[in-house]
Each structure stands twice: as C-alpha cells, then as structure tokens.
C-alpha cells in the first residue's frame, strides 16, 4: 500500500538530511562541508562561501578556496574566522587556505557528544513518523477501508521501516565516531 512508499520516502530523506549535516561537522578529516555553508556579506548580499569562491582539500589536513573576486577575499576569509570552527584563514592572493588544527580529546568529546544529540534527534522524528502512520492506519480501519489483518499486516511493515531507519541512523553514527577519532 502507498503508505508504506510514503514512509520509506520519508525516512529516507530524513537519513539523507541527517547524513548531510554530519558530513559538515567537524572530524580530523578535512571537508568541504564545513565551511561551504558559512554566510558571507557581500555585494550588498547575504551569500555562503561555496557561492563566491570554488573550496577544494590540500590532505592531510588543508581546506583551499579559490574566491572569484580578489574584492572579496578579505570578507571571506573574515566570516570564516568568526565562524564557529575556531581555525585562521590565511590569504594568499585570490586562495585562503585554512589548516585544521588536530583535534585535543576534550573537543572530540564535545563533537561526540553533539553528533549522538542530532541523531537522538533524528531518531524521535522517526518515532513521530511512525506514531503518524499507525494512526492513519487506525483510522482506515475504523472507516472500514482496512480489514484487522491488513491493519495489523500494515502495523508490521510500518515497524519495519522504522527500524531499517534507525539501523541505518546507528550506523552513521557509529561511522561519524570512528571518522571523529581518527
């Protein structure tokens, strides 16, 4: 039945989302997805780095972006600084390149600890979609659309999907810690 397609639409895109903002947290590994989204201002505009300047990896440790406009590298290399990384961006020309510093213990304990929060988070909008379903459910019973084996086959499914779902959120998270403690 589409419900079951809805909900593994759904869980799937909450994976992805969640896979996407782990990828711009901050591990030993350096990730264009870090600074790509830091807002900028300039040409009167409110815009990010990955929309004035092209960011590429220098391994083992560097992040490079090139900037279009040598007018704004300065503006750049700004709003990077008063980011929340806590890094210096050095400017060369029309490239700032940032050094990542390694990470002490304490802060991959902080990084940790905010990783397991999203997740727990990601978790409880699963908890949410499912509670959703099953009242749906519920309701296409009541209204006669469903007899109690379908209702109850469907329950199953739903169950299903929703741990398939949380599986797959425990193995990013398990895979966000190795890559943090590197």
């Known amino acids: 039945m589409d419900i079951i397609k809805e909900l593994e639409q759904k869980m799937t895109s ?9 990828m711009g947290v901050r591990s030993n590994r350096p990730s264009p997805r870090l600074v790509e989204d830091i807002p900028v201002e300039v040409y009167g505009q409110r815009m990010t780095v990955r929309q004035v300047g092209a960011i590429s990896i220098q391994p083992p440790s560097s992040i490079l972006i090139s900037v279009w406009d040598k007018d704004v590298v300065n503006t750049v290399a700004k709003a990077i600084e008063s980011s929340n990384l806590n890094v210096v961006a050095n400017t060369d020309g029309t490239t700032i390149r940032i050094n990542l510093p390694a990470l002490t213990d304490e802060r991959r304990q902080q990084i940790i600890k905010m990783v397991k929060k999203e997740v727990e988070e990601a978790k409880i909008k699963v908890r949410s979609l499912r509670d959703d379903e099953n009242k749906r459910v519920a309701r296409e019973a009541e209204e006669g659309n469903l007899t109690e084996d379908e209702k109850f086959k469907l329950k199953e499914q739903i169950q299903e999907v929703v741990d398939r779902g949380n599986k797959e959120l425990d193995q990013l998270l398990e ?5 943090i403690n590197e």
Do not use: D, H, S
């Open 14 to 22: 909450l994976v992805e989302f969640l896979r996407q903002e782990l």
């Open 175 to 179: 895979k966000k810690i190795v890559e």
